[in-house]
């Protein structure tokens, strides 16, 4: 692993899509580099209607996507801490102080 990814207790938000009740919002250390930028917070989400991915999307502070899935909806329907992982973030469940 390269970094952490600390599970917030804030609730994401999206005006563009709806999040299945599972959905979180983690802070990364270190910010992932990606094709769009650089993102040092991320949702990790599934789509409500049972449909088999699991997006990344990268977000502020407080939970508000910013842009589209970083990974392409590639990863299938997998837990957060596989997604991350695949990412190179090991999760820690409680909020980062």
Do not use: K
């Amino acid at each position: 692993m390269s970094g952490t990814a600390y599970r917030l207790s804030v609730r994401p938000t999206s005006y563009t899509q709806p999040f299945a009740d599972d959905a979180a919002v983690y802070a990364l250390e270190p910010v992932l580099l990606h094709a769009d930028g650089v993102s040092s917070h991320v949702v990790v989400a599934r789509p409500p209607h049972g449909v088999q991915v699991t997006d990344v999307l990268p977000c502020s502070a407080e939970g508000e996507v910013v842009w589209q899935p970083i990974n392409g909806s590639q990863y299938g329907r997998l837990s957060d801490a596989q997604v991350l992982r695949c990412l190179g973030y090991e999760v820690v469940a409680n909020e980062h102080a």
